[in-house]
């Protein structure tokens, strides 16, 4: 557990490589109603529920996505999504939640 959080902190810290080519596109969150796009600017869309959020996206590793929102007002935290994309994902488009 202790490593998990340890590496999740420095991928969340800035220690990501650039967006990868293949990433852009749309995507679905496995098990949800949740899509997602993602633009060769570094951009995402987070649909949830029938709103929209835009944000940022970076690879935390060849097989993590790390997903950043604004949050609701100027003062919050941004809301920080990592998901796993396994190597059967990329034909299929689809992402995970970390433990699903």
Known sequence: MRYFVFVSLLAVLGCAAPPH????????????????????????????????????????????????FPGPTPAAAPEILGFIIGPQDWASRTVRKPGK
Do not use: C, E, F
């Open 21 to 68: 080519h293949r990433i852009v596109g749309r995507w679905t969150v496995a098990g949800t109603d949740q899509r997602l796009v993602l633009a060769k600017d570094g951009t995402a869309q987070l649909t949830r529920k029938g709103n929209t959020v835009s944000g940022t996206y970076r690879m935390g590793a060849p097989d993590v996505l790390i997903l950043t």
